[in-house]
């Protein structure tokens, strides 16, 4: 299906350098011309982004990498002079999947109109309805419903709602979701398309709210998506069948840290003290670091004259960003200890009671919006 309105295209790969968590990097020209992107070792490549946009639709089509994949598609290139390598180059030929764009365009556009406010997700070619809650920084998901077809060639529409979350055994081949949601900034449908592998192994039983949260997660280190889908962190709930661990006020790391607030220009929009806490049952999705949470945004003395031009959640992600900077710099190595330690449950008292005395020293924090 061809459309008659301009089309954008985008082509991202996110990679790691040096081994630092992987960041998304714009590499459009190289898809665009056919040309080879570099990489310093076939392990950096960790998934291909690209991006279609036009005067309806924003389509993201994401596909992870594993090892053997990467192998496989990465090539190693060699020249030299006889039997002289002079260099050698690790290289990708990236490659715009516009079937899969368009597929996915085609899908929001017969969607849009019982879209809403939710998240539709298309499993196995069901269509499941989440309801899409926004609290400052982090959105939570919990089933809705369902939508299908009322009959051949008829438009769709929503079905029973269902109370529990859909089960499904992961595919041994990956995993493929289509998500679909209303961008919140400029209305247009955002389709995104995954491929990949979650957290879990194949065979293993998943959750649609789960693998949608975490596949959302996944693609919010990239900027336009970000940007364009309001969200900042996808809440993923346990895995199913998981015992969930209650800690008491001893074996939580909550604390207060004094913020200043300010625009762009210097002037001050807000003073006072945030609560915080430390998530010590899991780590930030995308960075693999420590995850904060901060409240309380009420309680600042904020400034009357900007009222209503300045948001909290302008500021909340650099915050929580230079909170895990500092629990660095205090904790040196032992915090990426501590980190493992969150992912595997193993968290123990000396750990939480020093991640608990570093808290409770952070600095005044200042942070420009």
Not at 51 to 59: I, N, Q, R
Not at 134 to 155: C, N, Q
Not at 246 to 262: K, M, N
Request: charged share 25%; glycine share 10%; proline share 5%.
């Amino acid at each position: 299906m061809a459309f008659a309105a301009r089309v954008k295209e985008e082509f991202y790969l996110r990679r790691a350098f040096d081994g630092d968590a992987p960041v998304f990097v714009d590499a459009t020209r190289y898809a665009r011309q056919g040309l080879p992107y570099p990489l310093s070792a076939k392990k950096a490549l960790k998934a291909t982004c690209a991006v279609w946009t036009d005067d309806k639709v924003v389509a993201f089509s994401l596909r992870h990498y594993t090892a053997q994949q990467t192998e496989r598609e990465v090539e190693h290139l060699e020249s030299g002079i006889g039997a002289h390598v002079i260099t050698y180059q690790n290289v990708l030929r990236p490659r715009m999947p516009r079937k899969t764009l368009q597929d996915l365009n085609e899908a929001a556009r017969e969607l849009s109109p019982v879209i809403g406010d939710d998240v539709i997700v298309e499993l196995d070619g069901e269509l499941h309805v989440l309801a899409l809650t926004r609290m400052g920084g982090t959105a939570e998901l919990r089933p809705a419903g369902r939508i299908v077809k009322a009959g051949v060639g008829d438009a769709y529409v929503r079905s029973e709602t269902v109370a529990a979350d859909g089960e499904f055994t992961l595919p041994i081949r990956g995993l493929r979701l289509r998500i679909f949601l209303r961008s919140p900034v400029r209305g247009r449908v955002i389709a995104y398309g995954f491929g990949g592998y979650l957290a879990r192994r194949p065979g293993e039983v998943e959750t649609v709210v789960r693998a949608t949260a975490l596949a959302l997660n996944s693609l919010l280190g990239l900027a336009t998506f970000r940007l364009l889908s309001g969200l900042h962190h996808v809440e993923v709930p346990p895995r199913p069948g998981a015992a969930i661990r209650q800690r008491g006020e001893s074996g939580r790391v909550a604390f207060t840290v004094p913020v200043l607030l300010c625009t762009g220009d210097g002037t001050q929009a807000a003073s006072g003290r945030l609560a915080g806490e430390i998530d010590l049952e899991h780590v930030d999705p995308v960075t693999g670091g420590l995850r904060v949470r901060l409240s309380g945004s009420d309680r600042l003395a904020w400034n009357p004259t900007l009222i209503g031009s300045v948001r909290f959640e302008t500021y909340e992600r650099v915050l929580t960003e230079s909170i895990v900077k500092a629990l660095r710099s205090s904790l040196g190595d032992a915090i990426r200890a501590m980190t493992y330690d969150i992912v595997l449950g193993d968290l123990g008292e000396p750990e939480i009671a020093r991640l608990r005395a570093a808290a409770n020293r952070l600095p005044r924090l200042t942070a420009s919006g």
